[in-house]
């Protein structure tokens, strides 16, 4: 079965610091696909970042960046430089083919950055 | 810029009404989901949709059901509405790969009272 576990509700960083997000995952197919997305207040989903698991290196886009390690299934995110439009819903989400090609999703880390 | 677009962003209905929530994606996406977010449960699937005509049952699909008659469109339908389907819905669509994310709509809040 595939899960997708958010060990944190809610985290708070001060602005201009860096903070990391932690997820973990379970899935017994070796290829597959690991995404962050972001919710703020607007309610809109965006896509943060994506990883898969077959490439080694880790995926950064910008000040986003994820710690992949694919023998412990964990794929964190890190935060670097955070700033007040950070405050969201952060979702952690899988996507392999065994749950019918579908993301699975964590419950969510509410992050709230503070001046 | 691609789009999902939910036709409500705010929703308020009587308990017993049909509810059609809609959603319209300009992307020539495969997939359609749609999910409800609820406080402390967070994303849950209700229905999906692979293609034109097709859909399937998500993990929650009590009390719901959905048409796919065009590619682009995928309406949520609550039959007779009960004030326990008060909830964020979201609608999404994607690609059909593993490698691809999901685009969202803005969601709908629904509150049936």
């Known amino acids: 079965a595939q899960t997708v576990t958010q060990s944190q509700p809610e985290m708070s960083v001060q602005e201009a610091e860096t903070v990391t997000l932690s997820c973990t995952y379970d899935?017994?197919?070796?290829?597959?696909?690991l995404f962050w997305y972001k919710q703020p207040p607007s309610r809109q989903m965006i896509l943060v970042i994506r990883?898969?698991?077959?490439?080694?290196q880790n995926a950064t886009e910008n000040r986003f960046s994820v710690n992949f390690q694919k023998a412990a299934k964990s794929f964190s995110l890190k935060i670097s430089d955070s700033q007040l439009g950070d405050t969201a819903m952060y979702f952690c989400?899988?996507?392999?083919?065994?749950?019918?090609?579908?993301?699975?999703f964590g419950a969510g880390t509410i992050l709230r950055v503070k001046s | 810029d691609v789009k999902v677009t939910q036709s409500s962003r705010y929703l308020v209905k009587r308990t017993g009404e049909k509810v059609f929530l809609e959603c319209v994606q300009d992307?020539?996406?495969?997939?359609m989901f749609w999910y409800r977010q609820d406080p402390g449960l967070g994303l849950r699937l209700i229905y999906f949709?692979?293609?034109?005509?097709?859909?399937e049952k998500g993990d929650i699909p009590e009390g719901y059901s959905v048409s796919r008659e065009k590619k682009e469109r995928f309406s949520l339908i609550l039959e007779s509405a009960s004030t326990n389907q008060t909830s964020m819905y979201l609608c999404?669509?994607?690609?059909?790969?593993?490698?691809?994310?999901?685009?969202f709509g803005s969601g709908t809040r629904l509150t049936v009272v």
């Open positions: 899935t017994s197919e070796n290829n597959y696909y």
């Open positions: 949709s692979y293609d034109v005509k097709m859909k």
């Open positions: 999404a669509s994607s690609l059909f790969g593993t490698e691809n994310g999901y685009t």
């Open positions: 992307m020539d996406h495969e997939n």
């Open positions: 989400a899988l996507r392999t083919m065994e749950y019918g090609n579908k993301l699975v």
């Open positions: 990883q898969e698991a077959y490439k080694q």
